[in-house]
């Protein structure tokens, strides 16, 4: 059964209203769009966590630095639909742009910590684009619960710390990523990728994967990830934008392995940017 398409917040509220007084517990799932099983095991997981699932399809220009990538973001809204057919989620939200961004709107929603660090540091703006729209959604769709892929680990953060600092009232879910058999982290500008590149795409996560199993195994740090570093590029990748270990929910850096952790990087490859994020555990 296809969902209806909403593109109206009036429409929209209408419907979380009557479920607010009916007691259901309201979660969304917010995507641009192009789904992939990645978004879709975010549905299924928000499907058994919740009475009542909107999934929100809304490319938000306020993130995008690049004129062009925002350009070139693949839209694909039928095929999402069908896509979502099988879970029988209760609404799809596109938004028509003026229902996030009225004329007259000036107000934008700005962090410090987890977001100005990383992608905040390499795309300025790129997080006060991700808090605003967040912020219309989650009061748009009245949600109780929103469900985020841990692939944009610092994305993930930054949602978490927004909704408990302006008591949004949505908790926010963390669900793990989800791989190509490859290892490729599934991603929507993977769709951007030719097929020689696609080959090439994997060797971030193994190198990512290799310097995981070093740095448990108690060797320096600085020097796993430069080499690491270096066999990305060594891979076909223009360039390694940052490969870093992190404290796990700060965000802080290491350069010891002496908690829960995260590796993080971001990488060019053939025009398309490529992020991912693994787990790194200290020993016991």
Not at 215 to 225: K, S, T
């Amino acid at each position: 059964m296809t969902a209806p398409i909403i593109r109206r917040k009036d429409d929209l509220q209408a419907l979380t209203r009557a479920w607010r007084r009916a007691g259901d517990v309201i979660g969304v799932v917010p995507t641009m769009g192009a789904l992939h099983q990645g978004h879709l095991s975010l549905v299924r997981a928000a499907k058994a966590g919740a009475d009542r699932v909107i999934v929100t399809i809304f490319v938000n220009p306020k993130q995008f630095n690049d004129p062009k990538d925002l350009e070139n973001y693949p839209r694909t809204e039928e095929d999402d639909a069908r896509k979502l057919a099988p879970f029988a989620v209760d609404a799809i939200y596109v938004p028509d742009p003026d229902q996030i961004y009225p004329d007259g709107f000036v107000t934008t929603v700005s962090l410090g910590g987890v977001a100005s660090v990383l992608e905040g540091a390499a795309r300025p703006g790129h997080f006060d684009g991700v808090a605003t729209v967040v912020t219309k959604l989650f009061t748009q769709t009245m949600a109780d619960r929103a469900w985020f892929g841990e692939k944009d680990y610092q994305q993930l953060q930054v949602v978490t710390r927004l909704s408990a600092d302006l008591d949004l009232g949505t908790e926010v879910v963390g669900c793990p990523t989800i791989r190509e058999e490859d290892g490729l982290a599934l991603s929507s500008r993977n769709l951007l990728l030719s097929d020689r590149a696609r080959i090439k795409a994997p060797a971030l996560n193994a190198a990512m994967e290799r310097a995981r199993g070093r740095i448990e195994a108690g060797e320096e740090v600085a020097q796993v990830l430069d080499e690491a570093s270096l066999e990305v590029e060594r891979a076909g990748f223009n360039a390694v934008e940052y490969l870093v270990l992190r404290a796990a929910g700060t965000l802080a850096p290491m350069d010891r392995l002496t908690g829960p952790a995260r590796l993080l990087a971001a990488a060019q490859l053939a025009g398309v940017r490529l992020i991912d994020t693994i787990a790194v555990t200290p020993p016991d």
